[in-house]
T-cell receptor, first 113, second 118 residues
Framework: NAGVTQTPKFRILKIGQSMTLQCTQD?????MYWYRQDPGMGLKLIYY???????DKGEVPNGYNVSRSTTEDFPLRLELAAPSQTSVYFC????????????FGNGTRLTVT | AQTVTQSQPEMSVQEAETVTLSCTYD???????LFWYKQPPSRQMILVIR??????QNATENRFSVNFQKAAKSFSLKISDSQLGDTAMYFC???????????????FGQGTRLTINP
């Protein structure tokens, strides 16, 4: 199993540009999540999904959109990049079993200038 | 809403020493899970240990153990015989236990940067 795969690993955007962060998992997990980690800080939840076709906002959803057309994929879209979106983005997945932990991707470091 | 607080932004110990990282949380829930994650310089998030709130016995994983005090809402991580490879950011996380079909989200603390010195 590859686990959770995120692409790209690094990206630099100009203010106002758009991009999609890709996330795919091969563990057949129903739950998927997007977190952002600002420098020296913990992780904050952007969006999450409990299954294909179902998504919901987390703690910091403004400026982002998601879709979940398949169980495997959960892309995160930034429409109009702003410097405040400079961060490291983590995708994660887990099973529906009670205490199952999050399986994380290796993160995408995004810089908006 | 649940909150998780890690009051030690940074800690530093010598190799082979024992170190304890603190974590407190705020919740009105009775059933939940707690986790410690490690993030080394590689940026990868690695599960260290987990604890179910309904279990009184503290979880242990080799050199890692927790002191779970439910009434005090405290969940500290003890690392024994610390090694250079333990150098990392450590995050405490809380997850509410939902009934079947509910979404389960982890709430993270701000992290503690632990350095193990040779």
């Amino acid at each position: 199993n590859a686990g959770v795969t995120q692409t790209p690993k690094f990206r630099i955007l100009k203010i106002g540009q758009s991009m999609t962060l890709q996330c795919t998992q091969d563990m057949n997990h129903n739950y998927m999540y997007w977190y952002r980690q600002d420098p020296g800080m913990g992780l904050k939840l952007i969006y999450y999904s409990v299954g294909a076709g179902i998504t919901d906002k987390g703690e910091v959803p403004n400026g982002y959109n998601v879709s979940r057309s398949t169980t495997e994929d959960f892309p995160l879209r930034l429409e109009l990049a702003a410097p405040s979106q400079t961060s490291v983005y983590f995708c994660a997945s887990r099973t529906t079993t009670g205490n199952s932990p999050l399986h994380f991707g290796n993160g995408t470091r995004l810089t908006v200038t | 809403a649940q909150t998780v607080t890690q009051s030690q932004p940074e800690m530093s110990v010598q190799e082979a020493e024992t170190v304890t990282l603190s974590c407190t949380y705020d919740t009105s829930e009775n059933n939940y899970y707690l986790f410690w994650y490690k993030q080394p310089p590689s940026r990868q998030m690695i599960l260290v240990i987990r604890q179910e709130a309904y279990k009184q016995q503290n979880a242990t994983e080799n050199r890692f153990s927790v002191n779970f005090q439910k009434a005090a809402k405290s969940f500290s991580l003890k690392i024994s015989d610390s090694q250079l490879g333990d150098t990392a950011m450590y995050f405490c996380a809380f997850m509410k236990l939902y009934r079947r079909g509910g979404a389960q989200k982890l709430v993270f603390g701000q992290g503690t940067r632990l350095t193990i010195n040779p």
